[in-house]
């Protein structure tokens, strides 16, 4: 045994020795144990009944979707060879490949891909990705028919990574419910390139090549772990002594400058466009005075991005004007961007008869930040509004759960917020401007209650429109009416920052899943 | 003719009577009443500190997911029962407790038991090793600066381990990473196993050991102060004794009357305290097990409670509640036993 490994590596050396000369750098090689680094727990490891990166990150290695997307946002055959869409746009026909199997050898048929879509309806926390979808039909093994009830151009990319996962009908379809199912998290057998080891929570996920993998020669590693490492400055010097190769969703300003700093490392915020996380300052348009779009407007004009972006994210975010991520087909640039301008908010404030009083301010309103990164944006609104006459109390909540309850039972005037995109506009943009989606108790839902008809019958209109182009001109009216009413003044994005050894990883993930899409075409160097 | 330790036996057993041994043993009884008494006290107030806190696991899981349909969020409040009265979701708990079932984590998706234990063997191989350490270390300083109180090195000595005691367990264990994991990588920077390789028998537990280094240093650095002054202070009382005297002046070399007659002596105080200060074992791995990515019953704990997972957070503090009171317990009726001069009379403190 030990011989044989010996003699494979000398042969290996060998080989290497006698092609490195003709060997190009970026020649993927087959073989190897990457290590990744993730900063948090996942709670279970079954995409298709679990949101979030964080299962999205080893839920696509376990778990093949239909579709991929590369990074221009072009959905590209995984699972499904092939495609087509109706000219009515009322059904969506997957050709499968026909030689893929799960984990455990049993062939993936268009049963499951029918299951797999039932499961994510009824399980899924986004209703809007699947709910436009009336049946799955499957007239025979590798062919399903997806029927709409309406057109559904955000389908395409709820078939891919991270959101249209495809499981095994004969493990998960045994009548226990899915979302606490046991084998979410123990003996996954899943349909993506790796397969699943040891799932150890607080420490680690082994994922091993799964050797028939329906794409020839992939994945290229053999081995990917990732180590759950939840202190940052520990990441950070695992990344700096070659400990760690990689690690997915770095959002720390310095540790994102500290890794530029270092040699043999990159950090790139490629690979975020499809998560599409941004910051953000959310009014409550209920509730006086915030309600009146003067003051919302006077608020975002004496807000600057550009020291949020410089000074406190330390030059690692980028702006971002509207609600929909700059890295998305559909970000408007050209918007109301209310740059910084104090002259203008005074006299808007002026203007619409907000007084000052005896003690120089106009009134006071309150700002709610929910995690400790939020911080420093929470308390720059204090000396910032202060110019402007307006008299802020930063208020801190005991950890998200509290400050979720508090902003989402509307008992706030201006909150710091994160919200992701999630790839199409209607599975995480339409969610916050629909006027009935103002949902008392639901974090994350319209909770600035704002209202306005006409950007809902826009944003209905864009949700159905088949046509890439005509989609993307509504969305860019849609942003432009938002701006214009200031339910929320978008500040930057969210740094998430991918930072890896370059010296070690090959094709690092960039596609607009990053981290979180199959990372079979990783390898590693020598 | 009886062995010695026999004789000796035979002499402690006569000096109690049968009254004697009926009150210890009710006695007992009454302790483990009150322990009872405390551990549901300690149970009640922490559900109700737990609700006091606004949201629930139900904002965790929506911030998991990046956001919930209101139906789903819903329906997880009702899967939980977590929109039940609060006195209902109390007496629901209480008599899961009463039954030894610690529920079912929200989080988590598994038996809080289950979670729980699978933790503890990472915690207490983590305790266990800096009780050794900072008990030896603490005992040798203490010898060391017992021995010329006011020498250069019994300053340093103190020095040493007040700054260990007073500098903040996460700072020292972030120091201790940069100083061994990055600038002279010699330890890895977290987790209990290198995942990479494959490791078996010997060779893992070589990689535990690798890994459990550093976190055992942090984590006796708080330890160490505490023994050395106590090892310090009652070696100093002992080194004044008459039969210490003694023995210097029947010509026994100094290393045998130090560390055969006087630590002997010495160490009672210090294995007292540290007997006291295990059953603390939650509380001091949190902030280490946190640094050094641990995986023990502090990060269990402190996932938890971020999560608002109650019933795991309930089921930690239960824990931890029921091993302190049971090595209170314990460490009393031991002293009852060992120590004859703590008979208990009428009246006597209980």
New interface residues.
């Given amino acids: 045994m030990l011989f044989a490994k010996k003699l494979v590596a000398a042969i290996g050396a060998a080989v290497l020795a006698l092609s490195a000369v003709s060997v190009q750098a970026d020649t993927p090689k087959q073989g190897g144990?990457m290590?990744m680094s993730l900063g948090a727990?996942p709670?279970?490891l079954n995409p298709a009944v679990?949101?979030?990166?964080?299962?999205g990150a080893p839920g696509a290695q376990l778990f093949a979707t239909p579709l991929r997307f590369d990074e221009n946002w072009n959905p590209q055959p995984y699972l499904a060879k092939s495609w087509s869409v109706s000219d009515d746009g009322l059904s969506v026909t997957l050709n499968l490949v026909e030689h893929a199997t799960f984990h455990d050898g049993v062939p993936i048929t268009s049963k499951d891909v029918a299951f797999s879509i039932d499961t994510i309806k009824a399980n899924h926390?986004?209703?809007t990705m699947f709910g436009a979808v009336e049946a799955v039909e499957t007239p025979d093994e590798h062919t399903a028919v997806i029927r709409l009830s309406q057109p559904h151009p955000a389908l395409l990319l709820a078939l891919s990574s991270q959101l249209g996962s495809i499981i095994p009908e004969h493990i998960y379809g045994d009548g226990q419910d899915a979302?606490?199912h046991p084998r979410?998290?123990e003996n996954v057998v899943g349909s993506g390139p790796f397969k699943l080891v040891?799932f150890?929570?607080?420490?680690?996920i082994?994922l091993e090549r799964y050797e028939d993998f329906f794409i020839e020669g992939r994945p290229y590693l053999d081995?990917l772990?990732m180590?759950?490492?939840?202190?940052p400055?520990?990441?950070s010097?695992?990344r700096?002594?070659?400990?760690i190769h990689l690690s997915a969703f770095e959002s720390t300003p310095q540790d994102i400058l500290h890794s530029k700093g270092v040699a043999h490392l990159t950090a790139t915020d490629q690979g975020y466009a499809a998560i599409g996380p941004i910051t953000w300052l959310a009014f409550n348009t209920k509730k006086e005075p915030t309600s009146d779009v003067r003051v919302r407007r006077a608020i975002a004009y004496a807000v600057d991005r550009n020291f949020l972006i410089n000074a406190v994210m330390q030059g690692t975010s980028r702006p971002a004007y509207t609600g929909i991520h700059p890295d998305s087909i559909f970000h408007e640039p050209d918007v109301a961007r209310y740059d910084l301008d104090i002259d203008k908010a005074n006299a808007i404030l002026d203007e619409a008869g907000y007084a000052r009083g005896a003690d120089d301010m106009r009134f006071s309103l309150t700002v709610d930040f929910g995690w400790p990164s939020a911080k420093p944006m929470a308390e720059y609104m204090k000396p910032q509004l202060k110019k402007i006459g307006i008299d802020v109390t930063v208020r801190t909540?005991?950890?998200?759960?509290?400050?979720?309850?508090?902003v989402?039972n509307w008992d706030f005037d201006m909150t710091v917020d994160v919200?992701?995109n999630?790839g199409d506009p209607v599975i995480?943009v339409h969610?916050t401007y629909l006027c009935n989606n103002a949902?008392k108790?639901?974090?994350?839902?319209n909770t600035q209650q704002y209202c306005n008809p006409e950007v809902d019958a826009v944003l209905a209109k864009a949700g159905q429109e088949n046509d890439q182009q005509k989609r993307i001109a509504l969305y860019s009216t849609a942003q432009k009416m938002i701006a214009e009413d200031v339910p929320i003044y978008f500040t930057d994005t969210v740094p998430y920052h991918t930072i890896y050894n370059h010296t070690k990883v090959g094709n690092p993930p960039s596609t607009i899943w990053g981290t979180c899409s199959p990372l079979d075409e990783v390898y590693l160097k020598d | 003719m009886p062995a010695a330790w026999q004789q000796a036996f035979l002499l402690y057993v006569q000096y109690f009577t049968v009254k004697d041994v009926m009150q210890f043993l009710l006695i007992t009884l009454k302790r483990a009443g009150f322990g009872l008494v405390l551990l549901i006290a300690v149970l009640v107030l922490n559900f109700v500190l737990m609700h006091l806190?606004?949201?629930?696991?139900a904002?965790?899981?929506?911030?998991?997911?990046?956001?919930?349909?209101?139906?789903?969020?819903a329906q997880i409040r009702k899967d939980y029962g977590l929109d039940l009265p609060l006195w209902h979701q109390m007496m629901k708990y209480f008599s899961g407790v009463a039954r030894l079932d610690l529920g079912y984590s929200f989080?988590?998706?598994q038996p809080v038991t289950t979670l729980i234990l699978e933790k503890v063997p990472a915690t207490l191989l983590l305790v266990i090793s800096a009780q050794i350490v900072s008990i030896f270390l603490g005992v040798m300083f203490g010898v060391i600066a017992a021995r010329k109180p006011n020498g250069i090195t019994s300053h340093f000595v103190t020095m040493l381990s007040l700054v260990g005691y007073a500098a903040p367990v996460f700072w020292t264990g972030?120091m201790l990473?940069?100083l061994f994991?990055?600038i002279v990588?010699i330890f890895?920077?977290?987790?209990?196993v290198d995942?990479?390789?494959e490791r078996e028998g010997f060779a893992y537990i070589m990689d535990v050991l690798h890994h459990l280094v550093l976190p055992t240093i942090a984590l006796s650095s708080i330890f160490l102060a505490l023994y050395s002054r106590l090892a310090r202070a009652s070696m100093m009382d002992v080194l004044g004794s008459d039969y210490v005297r003694t023995a210097q002046a029947k010509g026994l070399s100094e290393f045998q009357v130090v560390f055969k007659h006087a630590l002997r002596n010495a160490l009672l105080p210090v294995v007292t305290t540290a007997g006291l200060v295990f059953s603390g074992i939650v509380s001091g791995a949190v902030l280490v097990e946190?640094?050094?990515?641990w995986?023990g019953l502090g990060?269990?704990a402190i996932?938890a409670?971020?999560a608002?997972d109650t019933p795991t957070i309930l089921g930690i503090l239960f824990f931890s509640s029921l091993v302190v009171v049971a090595a209170n317990l314990v460490t009393d009726m031991v002293y009852r036993i060992i120590d004859p001069r703590i008979k208990t009379s009428e009246g006597s403190q209980v």
């Fill in positions: 144990t290590i727990t709670r279970h679990q949101s979030g990166i964080t299962t926390p986004f209703k979302k606490s979410n998290s040891e150890v929570r607080d420490q680690h082994i081995k772990v180590r759950i490492i939840k202190d400055s520990a990441r010097l695992g700096e002594n070659g400990e909540s005991a950890g998200f759960p509290a400050w979720a309850k508090t989402s919200v992701f999630w995480g969610r949902k108790g639901v974090i994350w839902s | 806190a606004p949201g629930d696991v904002d965790t899981i929506a911030q998991d997911a990046g956001g919930l349909d209101a139906e789903v969020m989080y988590y998706n972030i990473i940069i994991a990055s990588p890895p920077i977290g987790n209990m995942v990479s390789i946190s640094v050094f990515s995986p990060t269990l996932q409670i971020i608002r």
